[in-house]
């Protein structure tokens, strides 16, 4: 009896080792599949940091090139005569600009000295004409071919997105935007395809165009086709998202100016309101206003009213300018 309880418990010494070790023997597969599907995690998540690791990389290679030409933007805060003309989009000469400016200025104190302004105001007065209101013109033909460039310049950008998304290279692309887009982007775009056939690179015939055109929005374009060029990545999204911030910008700087329209129109008739004055009551009383230009205490008044005037419409227009 003994005996046959020995072998019994044998057995089922022998039968529970045997569970506990075939279903190891067996799985030897599963534990495979499980030590693959480890090791497929492992490497996914390796791919993810790698990514992540360059994705920020390229984000501090563009912010650090964005601040480094913004403050290259800041510093050339005082622009030259030839720069502001090259940035008017004319191609009058600085020599020519002067030479119109003098003769503007004699033609000032000849009007001046018919009117029978004084001998001794007529030259300062020819001589302020002459210098400042020849770049006052050009100060603001500068601004309208800005305000041009940016307002056509989103739809350039996506039309470069749509060119790299159907597989064109980035120079057909920008022939693209040269050829079919409205001015002045299409002379800009067609230059720097010009500075790149004449052997230039791609980040170099680019920088002409911010030296063009020197506005934020152009800095970014410009930031954003100079990495992909050094580092790569996908041109294609970062353009989108350009495009999205430029027309983003647009709309705010429309909103700012229907806000701010009130305050310029006001801006305007106080500042014009001595001058429509005067000429009403010249016409009225032609002799009324004569002893402001014909004494000497008038011409001190009339000079200090001027002063006046002057800074205050200085200063109603630094109110009435926002930055966006």
Do not use: C, H
Not at 190 to 202: E, K, N, P, Y
Not at 285 to 301: D, E, H, N, R, V
Request: glycine content about 6%.
């Amino acid at each position: 009896m003994t005996t046959i309880l020995l072998i019994i418990l044998a057995m089922v010494t022998v039968g529970a080792a045997g569970f506990a070790l075939v279903p190891n023997a067996f799985s030897g597969g599963r534990a495979e599949k499980r030590r693959k599907a480890l090791q497929g995690d492992i490497r996914v998540n390796r791919l993810e940091v790698a990514a992540t690791r360059s994705r920020d990389e390229r984000r501090k290679s563009v912010q650090s090139a964005l601040k480094s030409q913004t403050d290259a933007l800041n510093a050339k805060k005082r622009v030259t005569l030839p720069q502001m003309l090259f940035q008017a989009g004319m191609t009058t000469k600085p020599a020519t600009f002067i030479r119109n400016s003098i003769i503007f200025g004699g033609v000032v104190f000849v009007l001046l000295v018919l009117v029978q302004v004084p001998i001794y105001l007529a030259p300062v007065f020819a001589v302020a004409a002459a210098y400042l209101l020849p770049r006052m013109w050009i100060n603001r033909k500068r601004k309208k071919y800005q305000s041009r460039f940016l307002d056509e310049l989103p739809n350039a950008v996506e039309a470069i997105v749509r060119g790299v998304k159907t597989g064109l290279p980035l120079n057909d692309s920008m022939r693209v935007v040269a050829k079919d887009a409205k001015e002045p982007v299409r002379s800009e775009f067609g230059r720097v395809l010009d500075q790149q056939a004449f052997g230039m690179s791609m980040s170099e015939a680019i920088a002409v165009l911010l030296e063009r055109v020197p506005l934020p929005e152009v800095n970014f374009f410009v930031v954003v086709i100079t990495v992909q060029q050094q580092s790569g990545g996908n041109l294609s999204e970062a353009l989108t998202n350009l495009a999205k911030v430029l027309r983003n910008r647009k709309k705010m700087k429309q909103k700012i100016k229907a806000m701010s329209s009130e305050a310029k129109a006001s801006a305007s008739i106080i500042g014009s309101l001595p001058f429509v004055v005067g000429t009403l009551v010249s016409v009225v009383s032609p002799a009324y206003l004569g002893p402001l230009f014909t004494t000497t205490i008038g011409q001190i008044w009339l000079g200090v009213g001027v002063t006046m005037l002057s800074a205050g419409i200085f200063v109603m227009t630094r109110m009435v300018q926002f930055e966006y």
